[in-house]
């Protein structure tokens, strides 16, 4: 059973840099798959940040790509998320995701719980 | 503001029939990428609840159902129950490579 779970701060001060690792348990990230930052704003919708391959291959959401770098450690099994120059808008639940197949366009399968950030001084 | 559209809020009475639009565009559904259902209840990660269109991923009731036309996709949930309320997301791909969500719908059960 293939398990997700962010951990973090869960208080970033303005313009510093959000940081979140997702564990993963029950599969290898070595073994394939693109694996996902989504956020939630409070009260608000889902929003792609972007994905990352075991091989380095990263997708973006372009309203976030120039601070938003991903990146992953098979020997860890983990991947992480780093955003910089917060502001209040990056207040959100985050969330890592597994898609349900190997190819890139494919459906959120596995979820980790989420973890709430908040940017505050 | 989301680039996949759909209506913020919808309702039924249990028993019912009701549908969720998601309205995308030629870079996006209509340029034949899939589009996939989540249900989000309060307090939890989302849930795939339709996959690749119109599947339905193990444990899901036949109840829900997904279909794609053109550039928009549509949830169907029948014979609603109390605890089908919830938030419901559409989520598909575009030509940019780029991931993205509908704006999300709320569903009441009268």
């Known amino acids: 059973q293939v398990q997700l779970q962010e951990s973090g701060p869960g208080l970033v001060r303005p313009s510093e840099t959000l940081s979140l690792t997702c564990a993963v348990s029950g599969y290898s990230i070595g073994s394939g798959y693109y694996w996902a930052w989504i956020r939630q704003s409070p009260g608000k919708g889902l929003e792609w940040i972007g994905s990352i391959y075991h091989g380095g291959s990263v997708y973006h959401n372009p309203s976030l790509k120039s601070r938003v770098t991903i990146s992953v450690d098979t020997s860890k099994n983990q991947f992480s998320l780093n955003l910089n120059s917060v502001t209040a808008a990056d207040t959100a639940v985050y969330y890592c995701?597994?898609?349900?197949?190997?190819?890139?366009?494919?459906?959120?399968?596995?979820w980790g719980q989420g973890t709430l950030v908040i940017v505050s001084s | 503001q989301s680039v996949l559209t759909q209506p913020p809020s919808i309702s039924g009475a249990p028993g019912q029939r009701v549908t969720i639009s998601c309205t995308g565009g030629?870079?996006?559904?209509?340029?034949?990428?899939?589009v996939n259902w989540y249900q989000q209840l309060p307090g939890t990660a989302p849930k795939l609840l339709i996959y690749?269109?119109?599947n339905r991923p193990s444990g899901v009731p036949d109840r829900f159902s997904g279909s794609k036309s053109g550039t928009s996709a549509s949830l169907a949930i029948t014979e609603l129950q109390a605890e089908d309320e919830a938030d419901y997301y559409c989520q598909s791909y575009d030509s940019s490579l780029s991931g993205m969500f509908g704006g999300g719908t709320k569903l009441t059960v009268l």
């Open positions: 030629s870079s996006n559904i209509g340029a034949g990428y899939d």
């Open positions: 995701a597994r898609p349900r197949s190997g190819t890139y366009y494919s459906a959120f399968d596995y």
């Open positions: 690749g269109n119109n």
